[in-house]
């Protein structure tokens, strides 16, 4: 099992950024694809990024897709969300999730999620 724990989120201006961080604990973390996904208010879940468990391979919804880089670094557990150019529309709650099977992450379906950290871009 991985517990996660996500961070750095806030409030910022358009055009701003922000640095999510997603803390896992266990020494298996590094063997686990981890997955970001964003839930703004009155809206279902959506998928925002993956990386691989050797971060040799990334994926982005289309709406992120060269404003947002995902990145791990094993040795502390730690995978981060760069957040650049931020849009009002980036407002919701950031999820990490996690699982051994990284089609599972991207679909959603895992079992282990973070507490999520909220994310506000004003206008």
């Known amino acids: 099992q991985v517990q996660l724990v996500e961070s750095g989120g806030g409030l910022v201006q358009a055009g701003g950024s922000l640095r999510l961080s997603c803390a896992g604990s266990?020494?298996?973390?590094?063997?686990?694809?981890i997955g970001w996904f964003r839930q703004a208010p009155g809206k279902e879940r959506e998928f925002v990024s993956a990386i691989t468990w050797s971060g040799s391979t990334t994926y982005y919804a289309d709406s992120v897709r060269g404003r947002f880089t995902i990145s791990r670094d094993n040795a502390k557990n730690t995978v981060y969300l760069q957040m650049n150019n931020l849009k009002p529309e980036d407002t919701a709650v950031y999820y990490c999730?996690?699982?051994?099977?990284?089609?599972?992450?991207?679909?959603?379906?895992?079992?282990?999620w973070g507490q999520g950290t909220q994310v506000t871009v004003s206008s």
């Open positions: 266990g020494r298996t973390f590094s063997r686990y694809a």
């Open positions: 999730a996690a699982d051994l099977n990284g089609r599972t992450v991207v679909a959603g379906t895992t079992d282990y």
